[in-house]
């Protein structure tokens, strides 16, 4: 027993964190998305297997949370979708999918639980990186390569969509910005942590997408709101006067695409979700929308909310919607807990960027994950580290 215990303190310690780092900042580093995904498996799947299977003890807090209970609910949910879906067959695919997020979930509360404050320290230490990261792609993209500054950056790794790039980055500022608002810092902390922030902002202005500044425009409002100070007010100012500037010589880069197609989209996928509106479609069930004024079909709403209500129905989405109430209201309550703080903050980036963009969420470790599932496993594992301490 001491033994699985020991042993179940190393993995969360050591190989967990590295594996919780390779998923980070591992897009950029790695080109293969085989050998990104695989390296998951092997630091973050299989440790948490282990300790799970070795120290169950360490859930008995985590079980208690509303936030866990409702979110395990959801991924039953979406599991068991695949039995009436058009494509049954592939229920073993995204019942992976499912154990894969889970346990997942499951490496933040054991690092939380044998390490309390190195979640901060890693997601700091990844948003460090992707502003570096982004700093040298700018260069190379526009000085040494010499595209026009009307060029459209995508990034290094195996990004290979701006849109979804931007989405990285917005998360990550998120991060930056409640961090900065949140906590008490000398001042030359708070110079590193405005320059990363800029950093990263200025990497998504030159994705010239619009969905990460709707979403950190929302981060921001709700920062206003909880912390209510001169330091809010400043900062909020601040990037006001920089989103003035940048309109005033760049307007038709924010105006000329339009809506690109989005109301047109969400309605025929709402038409489609009518016809099975209570259990929805299933999650292998493929979305093909044909938009004939463009003629061209997507395969996915544009919005990770409807998608949801697309394969789960309302049963699936009002379990959506009780989890994120019980999120919020732990962000809200637990205002001086830093990581709450942190990951309250890329939630709202995430439910408001995804209202615009992407698919379906319960899927292989990709871009989509920075906005739903890594916030939702940062709050919670600090959750189930506040249930202990209560119970203490």
């Known amino acids: 027993m001491i033994s699985r215990i ?106 939380q639980n044998y390490h ?117 007010a400043a900062f909020a100012i601040s990037i006001a006067l920089l989103s003035t500037i940048y309109l005033a010589f760049n307007i038709e880069l924010v105006t000329q695409r339009g809506l690109s197609y989005r109301p047109e989209i969400w309605l025929i996928a709402l038409e489609r979700i009518s016809n099975k509106p209570f259990i929805g479609h299933g999650l292998a069930t493929e979305m093909s929308i044909y938009i004939p004024s463009l003629k061209k079909t997507f395969s996915d709403s544009h919005n990770i909310h409807i998608g949801l209500l697309y394969d789960l129905g309302l049963v699936g989405f009002f379990t959506w919607l009780i989890t994120l109430t019980y999120l919020f209201r732990l962000y809200i309550r637990q205002s001086g807990n830093i990581l709450i703080s942190m990951a309250g903050a890329a939630l709202v980036y995430g439910v408001v960027a995804g209202m615009t963009e992407g698919g379906g969420f319960f899927t292989r470790p990709k871009e989509v994950w920075f906005l739903i599932w890594l916030p939702i496993a940062s709050l919670i594992a600090s959750e189930a580290s506040l249930i202990k301490q209560t119970k203490k």
Request: glycine share 4%.
């Open 116 to 232: 309390e404050k190195s979640l901060v320290k890693m997601l700091l230490l990844a948003a460090f990186s992707w502003a570096l990261f982004g700093m040298a792609d700018l260069y190379n993209f526009y000085y040494v390569d010499g595209h026009n500054l009307s060029a459209r950056i995508v990034g290094s790794g195996s990004l290979t969509n701006t849109l979804l790039t931007s989405h990285i980055y917005g998360v990550f500022a998120a991060l930056l910005a409640s961090y900065f608002l949140a906590k008490k810092l000398p001042f030359s902390q708070q110079v590193l942590i405005i320059l990363a922030f800029l950093a990263t902002l200025a990497f998504i202005v030159q994705t010239h997408s619009r969905t990460p500044l709707l979403g950190l425009s929302a981060v921001i409002i709700v920062l206003i709101l909880k912390h209510h100070n001169k330091k809010a």
């Open 6 to 111: 020991n042993s179940s303190r190393f993995l969360a310690r050591y190989l967990l964190p590295i594996g919780v780092m390779i998923f980070l900042i591992g897009l950029y580093l790695i080109n293969s998305r085989s050998s990104y995904h695989s390296l998951l498996y092997l630091f973050i799947a299989l440790p948490s297997f282990y300790i799970t299977l070795a120290n169950p003890s360490l859930l008995s807090h985590t079980i208690k949370s509303n936030s866990f209970r409702s979110i395990v609910s959801l991924l039953l949910i979406a599991a068991t979708s695949t039995l009436w879906s058009d494509e049954p067959t592939e229920y073993l695919r995204y019942i992976r999918y499912n154990i894969n997020i889970f346990l997942f979930i499951l490496a933040f509360i054991y690092i």
